[in-house]
């Protein structure tokens, strides 16, 4: 796990609803998301098929693709401090500005993400003719080539084309393209999934060691909660559409407040330890088109109360607490069992390990800079 | 290369197989070919020389066998002798066809070309703009597909040449001038060359331009058109994205449909009495000429393998997936 | 477009019939047709055309040979008693109208169901077998797709006994030929990604016969595709009969639309603008092409929803209830998901308040 500490807020998620078609045969992919991306933070989202981080990824940035669409909610962008762009109110205009020199994307397939007809050269060059038109052929050419030896790839290859790749050396390709303009924001959408264990090992370290060096912050969609506890600072846990818990990486993993975040951290064996029981979760994720009553978790939950079975808990802020850590936003967990009426069991409410000291960054207004933070230096 | 060379190998060997079919045709019919060229020709003075063209053209003459007539007539036709042509003078057919492949190949090449380029374009433009206005022509289109050429050639001529006297109605050229290597000569075939050439456009076009959509709304779902927006390039861009795709399934459907265009390009030439292969081929219907016949067949196959070629460069130069060697 | 290393044309075309006839559905869906005015306006025109060919020859107020006068030498105008004008022989337009009908549409089905069986076990075999088996049946489908068909029927016609030149089956027969290659090219490439699907190779693998993978598993997800097929080849027989008769190939004496466009050409009908001739004719093909293309756009839109109409349309917003004002814009902007304010937000209880 990183110890990096989070700088100021970038992107701000604020009860974000997306839906799929609309009218009756509507699908709620996302509801209510709340979401604060820092500086130079990398972010897991994690959840199963269909838990909607994909669909929340792609709204923030209007790719979703039809029949998605917005229905509720604001994302707010800070590219400096002090200024803020709505990015649901953007129009095209904007938004194509915006796009890759402030916020990239890696996809899952690289295969299918790079252009089979199109040389790779000219798929990094094309992102440069079009946001730095200072650039003139030989620069864009020189830039490329360094691109790519960024991610450990030859300047010979700029001539390839994809299917001329090893798959590794695709979404390394990849990865060099979403780092063309140098971006404050990337998006991974489960970019080692389809990668052979020894590769995926190879390109994460890579990929932290890059935003070491360039500071860029990570939203990083996996369904892998493994994966993410040894690079993310903080994690937001989804379900069914919803945000169940957020809390930072380590506090996460040692100390889970929500029902389905315990259940997941015991469904992975551990390597060393103690043998025990794999719990795992039973049952399956619902349909989103017929959610239960109340907590949506509440049938797959052992503690499920009665209050559970018909009242929706919205996401409870936990950071009143002593044992509240900042990143990712507020720690919080949408679940009855901690709203402080009765003491959670025992299972939830393990004491969370001491991270860096970093108050709470303040609401960010768009006019105010936010609060100077303490001990940490800027890349 | 391997790909086209493997190519070229099938395009010869389905030449091979045309002047089989080709040979074997009037032979396997049932009844006498001669006298079925006889009894076509009711009405008609027959004199000794056809008689004697007719038996040595279908052998009934010859007491060779089926092989050696076989063989025969590929020494005939790799020797450029397609027969002879009973209904315009007993010219040899090739000479026939000489005079008149140049000025197919000039409407018809000239038109399918333009078809293809604009139905393409216009592919594109309907499926970039997808649900607005354009997507009500779509139907539309379907009508001039399915409307027969030489129909759409009927109207061409009765609205823009009779009733609007925009252009004339017959012919390639003012037969009354002599040709010549300038400006009015040129003019004037242009003339006559605009309402054929409108007419295949307008008939083939659709077929294109609903092809073309249909690929690029499959092809505008794919990641990479989605990344190209993500990466906030210009909209001329993302299209290309798409579009540099797309064209490849057009292409080979090109190759697939080349044969019908070329056909209903000919039923026009007929309408308009334009002197192509198409007309040839009718006076020779009508007079039971059938050398001509088999060497327009021959020719038209030729030249459409020929396109087919050109189509499979072309792919293999758009496609870089396809240049691995084996 | 996933191509396979070292691929030839051959197979990038088959991947490319793939994305022009994008592909059978993955399990069995019941063929339900969407209800887009156009596939209903196709249906109604092609079942209106159906009647027509079976009562045609009955309705028609006269024999459609009949002679009127034998002292007018012009084709005479649309008149109360000659409701589309007469021919040049002086014989009824309407009536030949509604009695050709009948020879073009059997015809043109017959060349279909013909066609479209040849396609299917040349098609379907290739895509299942694979190596020397698929590459010869390839090669013969390849081979009849190059080779132009009119003129290879203007030939084969040609040389055909006059007698046999008006029976209607030997005639959609000999079409269907020359048309099976195109269908064929498209199962094959269907076939093949077919063959490749989990529950083919489990039943390989079980040790399932080839003949009875093929019925069950294969042929059932390609009926779209086959119908498509179908109507597709039975509008090529319609174009090719018309243009054989109008080239005179065909019985003259049998009355058919092509054939009435033959006389029209004889008349010189566009050049003296007698458009009762070549119009009804003309139009009533151009119809029934029409309407079997709408059909197929039809059932193009069931095969791949994606092109079905995009993103919200007026009625589907309406359903929904929501206001004209929160309508996103109706064209569909690639690459910009839409915000659409009015819909009523769901609660945190994910239902709308």
Redo the contacts between chains.
């Keep these: 796990m990183s110890a990096y500490p989070a700088g100021r807020p970038l992107l701000e998620v604020s009860g974000l ?1 997306v ?1 799929y ?4 045969g ?1 699908v ?1 992919a996302v ?2 998301a709340d979401l604060v991306l820092h500086r130079g933070e990398v972010l897991g989202l994690a959840g199963e098929s269909g838990s909607g981080k994909s669909t929340l990824a ?2 923030i ?13 604001s994302v707010g962008y800070y590219p400096t401090p002090g200024t803020v762009v709505d990015l ?2 953007a129009g ?1 205009g904007t ?7 402030q916020i ?2 890696v ?1 899952q ?1 690289a295969m ?7 040389s790779i050269g000219s798929q990094l060059t ?2 440069l003719q ?2 730095r038109p200072d650039l003139d052929q030989a620069a864009r050419q020189a830039r490329a080539a360094d691109l790519l030896a960024m991610v450990g790839i030859t300047a010979d290859r700029l001539g390839s ?1 994809p ?1 001329e790749l090893s798959g590794g050396m695709r979404q390394r390709v990849m990865i060099a393209m979403a780092l063309a303009l140098e971006p404050q924001v990337v998006i991974m959408d489960e970019p080692t999934t389809a990668l052979d264990v020894v590769t995926q090992r190879e390109i994460l370290e890579e990929l932290m060691d890059l935003r070491e060096r360039l500071g860029f912050a990570v939203l990083f969609i996996t369904h892998d909660l493994s994966l993410l506890v040894e690079i993310a600072d903080s994690i937001a846990v989804m379900y ?3 945000l169940v818990e957020r809390a930072a990486a380590a506090a996460l993993f040692r100390a889970p407040r929500h029902p389905y975040t315990l259940g997941l951290l015991s469904s992975f064996p551990s390597l060393h330890g103690p043998r025990r029981r794999l719990a795992g979760i039973p049952g399956s994720p619902p349909d989103l088109r017929r ?1 239960p ?2 907590c ?1 978790f509440h049938p797959r939950c052992s503690y499920a109360t009665d209050r559970c079975r018909t ?2 808990p ?1 996401l409870i802020r936990l950071d009143g607490r002593a044992d509240a850590t900042a990143g990712g936003g507020p720690r919080a967990a949408a679940c009855w069992l901690q709203d402080g009426s009765a003491s959670p069991p025992p299972e939830l409410a393990r004491p969370a390990p001491s991270g860096p000291p970093t108050p709470p960054a303040p609401a960010p207004t768009g006019s105010a800079p936010p609060a100077p933070d303490l001990a940490r230096s800027q890349p | 290369m391997y790909v086209i060379s493997r190519r070229i190998g099938f395009y010869v060997l389905t030449a091979i197989a045309a002047v089989t079919v080709i040979f074997f045709i009037p032979r396997v019919m049932p009844g006498n070919p001669v006298s079925a060229v006889l009894a076509k020709m009711q009405g008609t003075v027959v004199t000794k020389q056809t008689l004697a063209a007719l038996q040595a053209e279908f052998g009934s003459d010859t007491r060779e066998g089926l092989a050696g007539q076989y063989l025969h007539y590929w020494n005939d036709i790799l020797h450029g002798n397609l027969g002879i042509s009973t209904s315009n003078g007993m010219v040899p057919v090739t000479t026939v066809i000489r005079g008149a492949l140049p000025w197919t190949i000039g409407l018809v090449g000239t038109a399918t070309v333009i078809s293809f380029v604009l139905g393409t374009l216009l592919g594109i433009l309907v499926a970039w703009r997808r649900g607005s206005w354009l997507d009500t022509l779509l139907p539309a289109t379907t009508f001039f597909q399915a409307a027969p050429y030489f129909f759409l050639a009927f109207l061409a001529i009765d609205l823009f040449a009779i009733r609007l006297g925009w252009f004339p109605a017959v012919g390639a050229r003012n037969t009354l001038d002599f040709p010549a290597f300038d400006w009015t000569y040129a003019s004037d075939v242009l003339d006559h060359a605009i309402l054929p050439a409108l007419t295949i456009v307008v008939a083939s076009a659709a077929g294109w331009i609903v092809g073309m959509r249909n690929v690029m709304i499959t092809t505008m779902d794919e990641d990479y058109v989605l990344i190209a927006q993500a990466k906030g390039l210009p909209k001329r861009r993302v299209i290309w994205y798409a579009a540099r795709n797309a064209i490849l399934p057009s292409i080979s459907g090109f190759s697939l449909a080349i044969g019908f265009i070329v056909s209903g390009a000919l039923l026009t030439e007929i309408v308009f009495s334009y002197p192509g292969l198409g007309f040839i081929m009718l006076s020779a219907v009508q007079e039971a000429d059938y050398a001509p016949l088999q060497g327009i067949f021959l020719v038209i196959t030729m030249a459409v393998l020929l396109a087919n070629l050109a189509a499979d460069f072309v792919y293999v130069f758009l496609d870089p997936r396809t240049r691995q060697e084996a | 477009m996933a191509l396979g290393s070292g691929t030839d044309l051959d197979d990038a075309q088959a991947a490319d019939l793939l994305e022009l006839y994008p592909n059978a559905p993955a399990s069995r869906r019941r063929l339900r047709l969407p209800r887009s005015p156009k596939v209903i306006i196709g249906l109604a025109l092609l079942i209106g055309f159906l009647v027509l060919a079976v009562i045609g020859p009955w309705i028609a107020p006269y024999n459609p040979a009949q002679t009127f006068s034998t002292t007018a030498s012009f084709p005479q105008p649309p008149s109360a008693a000659h409701l589309l004008g007469t021919t040049q022989q002086q014989q009824d337009v309407l009536s030949q109208l509604l009695a050709g009908g009948r020879s073009t549409i059997l015809v043109a089905f017959v060349a279909g169901l013909v066609a479209t069986l040849l396609s299917v076990i040349v098609g379907v075999t290739a895509g299942y077998a694979s190596g020397l088996g698929d590459d010869l049946l390839s090669m013969l489908a390849n081979f009849f797709l190059v080779l132009p068909a009119l003129p290879l029927l203007i030939v084969i016609f040609g040389f055909l006994p006059p007698s046999q030149g008006s029976d209607d089956l030997l005639i959609g027969l000999i079409i269907a030929v020359t048309g099976w290659a195109f269908g064929a090219r498209v199962l094959r490439a269907q076939t093949l990604s077919l063959r490749t699907r989990d529950y083919v190779e489990s039943a390989r693998i079980v040790g399932e016969r080839g003949w009875r993978i093929i019925s069950f598993e294969i042929l059932p997800n390609l009926v779209p595709i086959l119908a498509s097929s179908f109507l597709f080849t039975v509008l090529y027989g319609v174009g090719t009969y018309t243009a054989l008769a109008f080239l005179g190939l065909v019985n003259p004496n049998h009355v058919s639309w092509g054939g009435m466009l033959f006389y029209a050409q004889v008349a010189g009908a566009e050049q003296s603008g007698y458009w009762w001739l070549f119009i009804p004719p003309g139009l009533a093909v151009a119809l029934l092409g029409t309407s079997l293309a709408l059909l197929n756009f039809g059932i193009d839109e069931f095969i791949n929803p994606r092109l079905r109409a995009a993103g919200l349309s007026r009625r589907r917003a309406r359903r929904a209830g929501v206001t004209a004002a929160a309508r996103p814009p109706r064209r569909f902007v690639l690459g910009v998901t839409p915000v659409l304010r009015s819909v009523p937000p769901a609660g945190d209880d994910g239902r709308p308040r």
């Design positions: 609803c839906d078609s609309a009218g009756p509507a709620h509801v209510g792609y709204a940035t209007r790719l979703l693709r039809a029949p998605g669409m917005i229905t509720g909610g649901l109110a095209e938004l194509r500005v915006l796009r890759w020199s990239s994307v996809m397939s299918n993400a790079l252009n089979p007809v199109l094309d992102v079009a946001h084309y299917h069914a559409g919803r959610l009553a109340g949506v009242d929706a919205a």
